[in-house]
């Protein structure tokens, strides 16, 4: 079966710096991507990796591993506004097959 | 340009009774896909609709269907709703369904359906 892991909480201070690990399980690999969502809100696009190594994307960051099947996402200078869960999600094969992780609820404080 | 649309956003029904929800893509997307999103089992795919034809199916009883109409918006029908169908419903568009599988490619959320089961 296909299994990503998160953890379920994270707390940090406004102005830190998180990691949000997730590893992954698929029988299929072609990249892993994370998404944001606020309570209430739309799943939203944040970045996408294909390759090992570090993609960034402002105060956003995303790593992965594929020989270790792990990859983070890193939220630099945290503002309160990334109090937020975020997914990560393998695309597992053809057409939008996208297992997704049970997401990482991002709190920050002040 | 405007985002994915979903109608209702929230509904009420009991069980036994069937409901179908409505989607809306990005102009020009081509791609439908439906999630099930469930505090406990987190965000799942049900299935994908591309030029009106079905190409891929997550794991869901034959209770779940959908269809995709020719100017690509879609409808998904659950019947016979049980208890455990109470969920928040995303559909995500996408140009060609490749999300996840191509970097060139991203998929958009609409807001959900939020139905409950009483």
């Known amino acids: 079966g296909q299994s990503l892991e998160q953890p379920s909480e994270v707390t940090a201070v406004e102005g830190a710096i998180v990691q949000i690990n997730c590893t992954y399980q698929?029988?299929?690999?072609?990249?892993l991507s994370w998404y944001q969502q606020h309570d209430g809100g739309a799943p939203t696009f944040l970045s996408y990796?294909?390759?090992?190594g570090l993609e960034e994307t402002g105060r956003f960051s995303s790593f992965l591993s594929r020989s270790d099947s792990y990859g983070y996402l890193l939220l630099q200078e945290l503002q309160m506004k990334d109090s937020a869960s975020y997914f990560c999600?393998?695309?597992?094969?053809?057409?939008?097959?996208?297992?997704f992780g049970t997401g990482t609820k991002l709190q920050v404080i002040p | 340009k405007a985002g994915v649309t979903q109608t209702p956003r929230y509904l009420i029904k009991t069980r036994g009774q069937q409901v179908t929800l409505s989607c809306s893509p990005i102009?020009?997307?081509?791609?439908v896909s439906w999630y099930q999103q469930t505090p406990g089992q987190g965000l799942q795919f049900l299935f994908e609709?591309?030029?009106?034809?079905?190409?891929n199916k997550g794991n869901f009883p034959g209770r779940f269907s959908g269809r995709q109409f020719s100017n690509s918006r879609s409808e998904m029908n659950v019947s016979t709703l049980e208890l455990g169908d109470s969920a928040l419903y995303l559909c995500?568009?996408?140009?060609?369904?490749?999300?996840?599988?191509?970097?060139?490619?991203?998929?958009?959320f609409g807001p959900g359906t939020r139905l409950l089961v009483l």
């Open positions: 995500a568009s996408s140009l060609s369904g490749l999300a996840g599988v191509n970097i060139k490619e991203t998929q958009y």
């Open positions: 698929t029988s299929g690999f072609y990249g």
């Open positions: 990796n294909a390759l090992d």
């Open positions: 999600a393998v695309g597992t094969g053809g057409y939008q097959k996208v297992t």
């Open positions: 102009s020009g997307h081509r791609s």
């Open positions: 609709y591309f030029s009106e034809t079905q190409r």
